[in-house]
């Protein structure tokens, strides 16, 4: 095969093979300046993992220049021989790869797709009319979700509150079963094509972690995510004495004391705290503590949300920022993807650039959960099975 080099040459780039679950023996080429090499695919041997020839045919080449450019390198050979693989349509001049190629093709940018045996990633942070402030039934979600390449959706709608804490942005206490009922209508309309399963973003308030306790033990979750939430009135008038700083640095102390609790499988948007006082936010002056709170989050084995909301915000970035996100890479601490979407049109959104950033920050998997049981999905299957004809997503990352 001949060198390629890819788009963007001047970025860091990583040459690797993968099926529809990612590569089990991991073979992947990393260059800093460029690739200068690539592996040899089907017929020839892989020069990074030596794999058999029975596994090389159910291998596609993939090159991705991060954080900018996913490009994917078919082989002629390809398309008789990978059952789940399907036309590349191109964005700026759509056409379809055929057997007839004479080369090796590298398509730029986010253009090519690439659709897997079955989606495996789930909008695992999505809410209900039920909260006040979104909009569209579950089952609305589920078709966005299903035309991004999702395996399903797991609802998450912000639970109910004693003593009307913050009562017009949730759930009353007596809307629960019908928020179930929700769920369970969506699931059985969606059922073999779109799982909907139930979940929650519980608030963490100190002194109420046996209030919510309870509540989630009223029924089965898949996914419960924990959140701290500044912004919230109540929570202002008891925390905030006019010190910003000192208001940063317990947001993310509550953000710890909230995954000690074991309450929660995810702290969902852990920087939020920074749109509070975006004029003055200023990361380096609080590191250490934010250093402090991820030892603790490491240590209590809870997975942190990296939320893609956040690129609607004051500080427009997803939630956390990427130099967290390294920090969080470091201490090996799960992440999942969410859009916190209070609209349909949002299931799923932004997931390939959040994708990439991970990617960026040192990440090799996805998490995500289902029966509240951590999975993980490589990255580069997680961005193939995103690629899905039905809904081309020509966003630049």
């Avoid at 959104?349 to 950033?357: N, S």
Wanted: aromatic share 8%.
């Amino acid at each position: 095969m001949d060198e390629i080099i890819p788009a963007n040459n001047k970025r860091f780039h990583k040459v690797g093979f993968i099926d529809g679950f990612g590569c089990r023996k991991g073979c992947i080429l990393q260059r800093k300046s460029g690739c200068r090499k690539t592996s040899r695919v089907l017929g020839r041997t892989c020069e990074m993992c030596k794999l058999s020839k029975a596994d090389r045919r159910s291998h596609v080449a993939i090159v991705v220049a991060a954080p900018l450019c996913w490009s994917v390198l078919l082989s002629p050979e390809h398309g008789s021989r990978v059952p789940w693989l399907q036309p590349a349509i191109f964005e700026d001049a759509p056409r379809v790869l055929t057997a007839n190629e004479k080369r090796f093709k590298l398509v730029p940018s986010v253009s090519i797709i690439v659709n897997p045996s079955s989606p495996v990633l789930y909008e695992s942070h999505m809410h209900t009319p039920l909260c006040k402030h979104a909009s569209g039934l579950p089952g609305e979600y589920a078709a966005v979700a299903e035309q991004r390449g999702l395996k399903g959706i797991i609802v998450t709608c912000h639970c109910p509150m004693p003593d009307g804490y913050s009562s017009h942005v949730r759930m009353d206490g007596e809307q629960f079963e019908e928020y179930l009922d929700l769920i369970a209508e969506a699931a059985r309309i969606w059922a073999g094509r779109q799982e909907v399963l139930v979940g929650l973003e519980s608030d963490f308030v100190p002194g109420m972690e046996d209030w919510v306790r309870r509540l989630h033990e009223r029924t089965e979750f898949h996914h419960i995510l924990g959140s701290v939430h500044p912004q919230i009135g109540e929570y202002r008038r008891r925390f905030y004495h006019g010190d910003a700083l000192e208001y940063q640095k317990l947001y993310f102390h509550h953000l710890a004391d909230a995954a000690e609790t074991g309450l929660f499988d995810t702290l969902s948007h852990p920087d939020l705290i920074k749109n509070e006082f975006a004029d003055t936010w200023e990361l380096e002056r609080i590191l250490p503590k934010i250093r402090e709170s991820l030892d603790r989050i490491a240590a209590s084995g809870c997975a942190m949300e990296l939320n893609t909301s956040g690129l609607l915000k004051r500080i427009s970035e997803m939630n956390p920022g990427p130099q967290i996100l390294v920090e969080m890479c470091e201490r090996q601490i799960p992440v999942v993807i969410g859009a916190d979407a209070h609209i349909p049109d949002r299931a799923g959104d932004h997931f390939v650039e959040a994708l990439a950033l991970l990617q960026t920050a040192g990440y090799s998997h996805v998490s995500g959960f289902r029966e509240r049981k951590r999975f993980e999905v490589r990255i580069e299957a997680a961005v193939a099975s995103l690629a899905n004809p039905k809904c081309l997503e020509h966003k630049p990352l």
